[in-house]
């Protein structure tokens, strides 16, 4: 298993500033993943973000609006650029164990973000 | 959603009651879980179902899976007020490395 803190747990900005999330694991991960939930919807997959390369974002997502750090294998954080009151959501940080058995995916407690 | 629908979107049941939800997906899976979310706060892992497994079983959930079909159920039983919350499915695609998830099903359990 894997404990996963996401900072701030929630947060609420001014429409044209950025946020940057931060995403802390208490073991070495390859992947970690970054997901976002608007009100009332389910997750979806922001990028996924792997140490030492560019992060890979789904169709939908640029770097420009959500740019990703991973400089280590413990740690990653998601920045929300000019921010505008269509990014109020949910965003969660996650990881999944590799090599071996795929088993289930671990996540933080989400951070709220507000952009009024 | 990105991998698939699950129905019903909402589900308003008595306790002792027998809640079912459905999850249905796109592609072909390495494996299927299903989660809970309180109220908008983090997920909670409740069990995981292989490609090649049909059905299993943890305390009170039942979880079937049709590969033929892109399906997969989570049945609760003898539900409680403490199960109100969110309920989705994810998949692993096979070969990949994400978890997709569903549109989720938001379960009340009256009291």
């Known amino acids: 298993s894997a404990v996963i803190s996401q900072k701030p747990s929630r947060d609420i900005c001014q429409r044209g500033t950025s946020l940057t999330i931060q995403c802390q694991v208490d073991s070495q991960v390859t992947m970690m993943f970054w997901y976002r939930q608007q009100p009332g919807q389910s997750l979806t997959l922001i990028a996924t973000?792997?140490?030492?390369?560019?992060?890979?974002?789904e169709s939908g997502f640029v770097i420009d609006k959500f740019p990703i750090s991973r400089p280590n294998l413990t740690f990653s954080t998601l920045t929300v650029s000019n921010m505008s009151p269509e990014d109020s959501s949910i965003y969660l940080c996650?990881?999944?164990?590799?090599?071996?058995?795929?088993?289930?995916?671990?996540f933080g407690q989400g951070t709220r973000l507000t952009v009024v | 959603s990105q991998q698939g629908e699950e129905d019903p979107q909402a589900l308003s049941i008595q306790e002792g009651e027998n809640a079912t939800m459905n999850c249905s997906y796109k592609?072909?899976?390495?494996?299927l879980q299903w989660y809970r979310q309180n109220s908008g706060r983090g997920l909670v892992h409740l069990i995981l179902i292989r490609s090649n497994e049909r059905e299993k079983h943890s305390g009170r959930l039942r979880v079937t899976l049709d590969t033929s079909k892109k399906s997969s159920s989570l049945l609760i039983t003898a539900s409680r007020a403490a199960d109100t919350a969110s309920y989705f499915c994810?998949?692993?695609?096979?070969?990949?490395?994400?978890?997709?998830f569903g549109a989720g099903t938001r379960l009340f359990v009256k009291a």
């Open positions: 973000a792997n140490q030492g390369s560019e992060a890979t974002y």
């Open positions: 994810a998949t692993a695609p096979t070969g990949g490395f994400k978890t997709i």
């Open positions: 592609t072909s899976i390495n494996n």
């Open positions: 996650s990881v999944r164990q590799t090599g071996g058995e795929i088993a289930e995916a671990f």
